[in-house]
């Protein structure tokens, strides 16, 4: 099947005891055994419950790895990915990356020994000499990053790390498999906050992980029933019932997102644009090369700092000021203060995410009406 028909149809067909076209919710938490420790492939839900089971098996479809494993959120699925690590541990990731993420790497993991090492993710150069300057257990990446979307050379840096035997782990949110497949390039496991994109709906909170290797998807699937950061049934439900639109969803977005991020480039009341589909993008090239389009996701960073910032964001009538992304409706927010608020100021300022930097995330509504919006915001600053 092409991948608009797989969508559909991942996951598993109609449920073979009743026909339901949909799988069903198992709302239960633990499950009847015929003898002690003989049952019919689920005990507890925490280990396994077979709506989630479903969902598991749409991820990994869709990112053609061995195994999907699903988690309560984004950050529950990357702290089940770091629990694998030995204490002591190196991980060399791009500069740019989710507020949350830095904030697990940095304020928390650090007094366990956790070693990162930041360099620009647009210097496969700068990857092959923080790997060379000692032993790295993960390289991790972002692509497009979060929020400045930057994009890696997956193939290059990929090529690196594994010249060196060592994982990589990829961070797909924005992309999402529509778009971009890293395990087909040569990644270890995938990430996912499908929060985003792939439950699309602003309704869940969930997370993923798809990995490569069979055995260390086995080993992973361990760690997710010790951790036990695990999604409830009706949120996998609702992750899985994202999945089947995704893909007219992302056409949307991908529209709209070269629309918005066009018409912002083209008014002097900006300073800046950070869009991948633009000509002015300084890797347009590679992501014309990497990615089936541009996607949703458009930051710009507006003169005046933080006070034109908020009149911009006041003034948006369309786009709701809000964290999170991927929804059927547009958002926008102010990274400096919201998603990425945990990064201390001088180093926010250090990788560029500004004070007058704003991130939208470009929904499904009428092109014509967002950038009419933005206009609107633009005119208040």
Not at 109 to 124: A, I, K
Not at 128 to 135: I, K, Q, V
């Amino acid at each position: 099947m092409r991948f608009d028909s797989t969508l559909v149809h991942t996951g598993g067909g109609p449920d073979r005891l009743t026909g339901a076209v949909n799988p069903p919710v198992y709302l239960t938490s633990t499950f009847q055994q015929e003898a002690p420790n003989e049952n019919r492939g689920f005990v507890y839900s925490r280990s396994g419950n077979p709506t989630r089971a479903a969902l598991e098996s749409a991820l990994a479809e869709l990112e053609g790895g061995r195994r999907g494993l699903a988690f309560a959120s984004g950050l529950g699925a990357l702290t089940t990915l770091l629990e694998d690590l030995p204490s002591g541990s190196r991980i060399v990731a791009g500069d740019d990356l989710y507020g949350g993420t830095w904030r697990l790497f940095d304020h928390h993991r650090r007094q366990f020994g956790l070693r990162v090492e930041y360099v620009d993710p647009t210097s496969p150069a700068a990857f092959a000499a923080a790997l060379d300057a000692g032993p790295t257990t993960l390289v991790y990446l972002e692509t497009p990053t979060n929020p400045l979307l930057k994009l890696i050379d997956l193939r290059a840096v990929i090529r690196l790390a594994k010249a060196r035997r060592v994982r990589v782990a990829v961070d797909n949110t924005f992309a999402t498999p529509y778009l971009q497949r890293p395990l087909e390039l040569g990644a270890d496991v995938v990430l996912h906050s499908t929060t985003k994109y792939l439950g699309g709906h602003s309704d869940l909170i969930g997370g993923a992980l798809v990995v490569a290797d069979a055995r260390w998807g086995d080993r992973l699937a361990w760690l997710q029933n010790a951790v036990g950061a695990v999604p409830g049934p009706v949120d996998c439900f609702l992750v899985l019932r994202g999945v089947r639109t995704l893909g007219v969803r992302m056409r949307a977005h991908d529209r709209n997102g070269r629309a918005v991020a066009a018409a912002l480039a083209r008014s002097r009341r900006v300073r800046r644009v950070y869009y991948p589909g633009l000509p002015s993008h300084p890797q347009h090239a590679l992501a014309r090369r990497q990615m089936a389009g541009f996607g949703g996701m458009v930051s710009v960073d507006l003169p005046g700092g933080a006070r034109a910032a908020r009149r911009f964001l006041k003034a948006l009538r369309l786009f709701t000021l809000a964290e999170s992304l991927g929804g059927v409706e547009s958002l926008a927010e102010h990274p400096a203060s919201m998603t990425h608020a945990s990064v201390p100021a001088a180093e926010r300022a250090a990788r560029g995410v500004g004070d007058g930097l704003v991130r939208l995330s470009c929904g499904i509504e009428d092109a014509r009406d967002l950038v009419a919006d933005v206009e609107r915001g633009l005119r208040a600053v």
